[in-house]
Structures are given as C-alpha cells and as structure tokens.
C-alpha cells in the first residue's frame, strides 16, 4: 500500500473515532462534565466586535447546543477556526477587520492579519507589469503581487530563438535576465514583511527564483535572502496531468524542485517554494472533485519524494502551499475546507507531521473557465459570487478575474474592479469583517462537504490501485480523466443541460459580442527586450560558458543545483541555462 492508501484509511479512521467520542462522552458522566467545562471556556473567550449600525456580534459564532455528544461531533468534525482538523480554518481571526478595521486580528502566529487580496498581472516588459503592480496595489496596506509570465518565459525558451520574437511579452510579462526581474519588481520592498510575490511558473521555477533571489540582493545586500517572502509554483505533477509546461524530464524536474524546497527551507523560512496547484487542472476540465483529489495526491507525492531524499517534514512541510480554482459548482461551498481536513489528517497520521506541516494554507483563484465571452459584462456577477464561495472556505489569500480576459489581457480598468470587488466583499460588507465563521457550518454546506470527501477518497483509491501517483501518471490516467470531464462540460454547455447566462439562456443579440480594443505588446517593445538580452550576453560572455560549466558539474556530481544556479544567473540568462540542462537531463516530451 503506498501513502496514498493510507491516507484513505485515516480518513475513515478518523470518522469512525468521531462517532466513538460521541458515544463515548455520552456514556461517560466525567467525560461529558470535560466537554461542558470545555464547551463553556471557549465561549468565555470569544470576544465581541460592533457593527457600524451599532449591533453588538461575537467575534465567532458557537451553534446553540449544549449535549456533550453534539458538542463533542462540533469539535471534532466543523471544529474552531485554526484548531485540528482545520475544516473551518487554518488559522482564527483571519478576516476580522480586513483592510484597516480595528488591526486586532492576527493570522495564528501572533501576527496582524492582512487582506487575503492578491494582485494578478503580467504584461509586456517588466516595466509594463511593475505599472500594473503600483497601479493595483497603491492601496493595500499589504502588497501582495502575483505574476503571471509569456509564453516564451514558461518555456524557459529565450526571446532570441527562432519563432519567438511575435510572443515577446504576449499574455505575460517577459524575462529572460536578472535584470528583467530587477526592473519587474522596482520600486517595491522586498526586504519588508508586508511585501510578498508570487510567480505562478513551474517549469523553469528553480532558474526564476534564483534569479529573484540575485536580484534583491543586488538591491538589499546577501542579508536579504532569509527576509524574502512569497511562493513560486513550481508544480512538476500538474505539468504532466494538465498543461505541459514542463522543460525537463520528470525525474530531473523532481530533483531540482526537491533542491530548491531544501534550499528555502534552510535560508528562505518566508518563502513557499512550492504552490501545488489545482487550479490549472481545474481549467484544463477537471471537476472539482477530480481537482481537489489530483492536488491533494500530488501534493502527499512530494511529501513522499522529498522524505525519501531524507529531508524533514516539520522543517520542509511548512514551507508547502496550494493553489486551488473556485468555480460556481456547488461543491466549491465545501471543497477547500474538506481539502484541508484530509491534508492535515494524513500529514499527521501518515507522515507524522508537526501542527505547523498539518496546516493547508491555500491560494484561491476565481475560475477563468467560468468567463464568458458572450455577454461578458455578466462576468463581474460570476466572479463576485466566487469570491464570495473562496471567503466561506477561509481561503488564505485570493485572486479575482477581470470580466475581460476571455479576449485579453485584463485592462487596467477591469483589472482594478476585480480588486476592488475583494475590497467590496471584505472591507464594505459585513459577511467576514466581523465573524470569522458567518456563512460556515450549515446542514447544506456539511451534506455538500460529506458527498465531496468521498468522491476525493474514491479517487484516491483509483490512483492507489495504479501504483499510486506516478504510476497513475505514467498510465495517463489522470489526464484521460480530465479530458473526458472537460469533453462533458462542454457537452453540457451545447446541449443548454448546463446554464451560462448570454450564452445558451438569456441571449441578447445586440450586446452579445465585445467590441473592446485588445491589449497587445508593440513591435518596438519587444524589439528593446531583445535588445536588452542580447546586450546581456555581450557583457557577459566572458563568464557565461564557464558559469554554464560549473552548473554542469554540480548536475553530474549529484549537488545541490538550485544553489549553484543562485550564482549562473548573474551571468546566463533564462534561455542559455534551459538550453545548458537541457544538454545534460534530457528534454520533456510532453503527453497528448
């Protein structure tokens, strides 16, 4: 039985031990006077919050029961926000107060909380995206930026290379130098706590983050390293099952994801090196079933891989992050609340994690498979009630889509109401400013999060019978299931079984098609990209080949890369250092 079986079993075991407590606490007189004692502390220490129209509220909401049996199935199933299994939460207090508020809430470490608000852009060159970042987050008391990059970048393939120069900055920003991620992030404080960045790449992940980290120390001194805070995608497993960005073979891409995990768990305890993601295999076709149980499977084979490797799972599953979609299925009302459940269950009973490795600390993104073209403006309500589902699942932090990136890349104007409806949701309205569990916890919600949990266990129990999750990916399971669940949707959608409104319902002819200008990346802009790269490798050509080099020995000797390439990016850019690997591991060859 591989982990992933086990985890399946500890799933039921932990069901199963609920249901005994019950019974337990109501056969026991001196049990049940435990969980009453228990039951009235915790609602001694709640504290109170006034709303603006003068209503005094709790701060958390406690159900009206007072049978220790009940009690006892509350605690241990819905349970408190920030305490074991961590179905309501990861951390207590998350929201309170969003965006300025009275500042008491804290994010379980004893830190102020901030906004969950983070900020997507990639576009053109590195200075394009730097505007985009101080023209959405001038507002944010915390600046958190996420980015998003070209084709060209993700593909770790440089802008000089045959065929490139047309997507030079198309669809995200391009960077093929340090000094591309210098002018990317210019202007903002890396070296402050309140400022984090996120680079959703997986591929050249290793490449990217060293050079981020030579970056900021040519602007803040080598001191500056331990200070970094942010994530890096990174998600070998999902390349494989849902979008083919990968560069390397699978088990070289292990290794240098594994070599950069070690490294940002020793030097870099602010930093996720990885965002295992579900959201690319959600809008690869997914259901969401399928990507909660993909994720979570995926990330229970990276907890294997790097134990095997000999690494700590206290000191490196901290530092491990997820990345999940939120559509409008009704399973998106439980879906991440139920993920960390089975998360935090398995770390601690299977990999004998510590409280800190058992904590599932999500990204979400509302769903851009979910934006319509047709009628697009409708997309503003769509991704409003997203936000809404991601905020019931105390999601961690959260993207919102802009209305117009079923056709471009997000205008400035969009882009800013996309912010603007997290700050609607969390700063004007009272759903989450004043109870952490407002809408949590509900007959429906409970029903939904029980038919979800056993649809990610039955699925567990399919990759398990394949040998776990790199059998099942060496078979193409999980992507022949993806595809035949995005093949129905479609289906759905065609036959008008499955609503979109302006679409298949509702059409309005006259407003039906956009007729907004597209953004694109100039001629002349990409032309001084490649310039600028090609000036690169001229002052630089004296080091380069003998840095390329020593990154070769370091690959063949079995050392740790991503320290090595922490030095070759200060004088090879992105494409030399694909190209030199390349040479030495062997290129991916991508499934269909």
């Known amino acids: 039985m591989t982990s992933l079986g086990q985890v399946v079993q500890s799933v039921r075991k932990y069901r199963n031990f609920v249901q005994a407590e019950v019974k337990r606490v109501r056969n026991d007189p001196k049990a049940a006077e435990e969980v009453l004692n228990r039951w009235h502390e915790i609602g001694s220490k709640i504290g109170t919050t006034e709303t603006p129209t003068g209503i005094k509220l709790p701060t ?12 006892t199935r509350f605690l241990l199933d819905e349970g408190l926000p920030g305490e074991f299994p961590y179905l309501s939460a990861a951390y207590s207090e998350q929201y309170l107060a969003s965006g300025g508020g009275n500042g008491s809430a804290t994010d379980g470490n004893g ?64 960077v093929d130098t340090v000094d591309d991620i210098e002018r990317l992030y210019a202007g903002f404080s890396l070296d402050q706590p309140r400022v984090s960045v996120s680079m959703t790449i997986s591929g050249p992940a290793p490449i990217l983050l060293a050079m981020y980290i030579a970056a900021a120390k040519r602007r803040f001194g080598p001191g500056v390293v331990p200070k970094l805070r942010g994530t890096i995608q990174a998600d070998v497993l999902k390349e494989v099952q849902a979008q083919n960005e990968l560069i390397f073979p699978i088990e070289p891409s292990m290794r240098f994801l594994a070599d950069m995990v070690d490294f940002c768990a020793q030097e870099m305890p602010r930093w996720y090196p990885i965002s295992i993601s579900g ?5 690869a076709g997914a259901t969401p079933v399928q990507q909660a149980a993909y994720t979570l499977s995926n990330g229970f084979a990276y907890v294997d891989y790097f134990q095997q490797r000999g690494m700590s799972v206290d000191v490196f599953g901290p530092r491990l992050s997820f990345f999940l979609d939120c559509g409008l299925d009704i399973e998106y009302v439980a879906l991440a609340r139920v993920c960390r459940k089975i998360w935090a269950l398995g770390m601690r009973d299977v990999f004998g994690a510590n409280e800190r490795a058992q904590k599932l600390k999500l990204h979400t993104q509302t769903s851009g498979r979910s934006l319509v073209a047709a009628d697009w403006k409708n997309n503003l309500t769509r991704t409003a009630i997203e936000l809404v589902l991601a905020c019931m699942n105390a999601t961690n932090s959260c993207h919102s889509n802009a209305a117009d990136e079923p056709f471009t890349t997000p205008s400035e104007e969009y882009a800013r ?43 567990f129990e399919v990759i398990e019978e394949q040998g776990g999750v790199l059998g099942a990916v060496e ?6 299931q993806i595809q035949a669940a995005a093949h129905l949707l479609e289906s ?40 600028r790269l090609l000036e690169f490798h001229r002052q630089h050509a004296d080091l380069s080949e003998k840095s390329l ?39 991916f060859r991508p499934m269909v």
């Not at 959201?279 to 809008?283: G, L, M, R, V």
């Not at 319902?505 to 002349?524: A, F, G, K, S, V």
């Not at 740790?560 to 250092?577: A, D, K, M, R």
Request: net charge negative; aromatic share 6%.
């Open 279 to 283: 959201y690319h295999i959600a809008e």
């Open 492 to 531: 759905q959608i065609s036959s008008g079984e499955r609503s979109i409104i302006g679409l298949n319902r509702y059409t309005d002819d006259e407003n039906r098609w956009p007729n907004l200008e597209m953004i694109r990346t100039p001629r002349e802009k990409k032309q001084l990209h490649l310039d």
């Open 475 to 480: 078979r193409r399971y999980q992507r022949s």
């Open 417 to 459: 109401y996309a912010a603007h409806a997290q700050a609607i949701l969390l700063e004007e309205s009272g759903l989450f400013r004043h109870m952490m569990n407002t809408l949590a916890g509900s007959p429906g919600m409970r029903v939904v999060a029980d038919a979800v949990e056993k649809g990610i266990l039955e699925e």
């Open 549 to 587: 080099d020593r990154l070769t020995k370091v690959v063949e000797s079995s050392g740790n890369v991503f320290t090595e390439l922490t030095n070759t990016v200060e004088h090879c850019s992105l494409g030399q250092i694909t190209n030199r690997l390349t040479e030495v591991v062997g290129k």
């Open 111 to 174: 830190n102020q909380a901030e906004e969950p608000t983070r900020l997507f852009a990639g576009l053109g060159l590195p200075e394009d995206t730097n505007a985009r970042f101080h023209y959405l987050s001038r507002n944010q008391q915390s600046k958190r930026l996420s980015t998003a990059f070209d084709g060209p970048t993700l593909y770790g393939v440089g802008a000089g290379a045959r065929g490139v120069f047309g997507k030079i900055g198309e669809g995200g920003v391009a």
């Open 60 to 71: 958390l909401a406690l159900p009206e029961i007072d049978e220790p049996g009940a009690i």
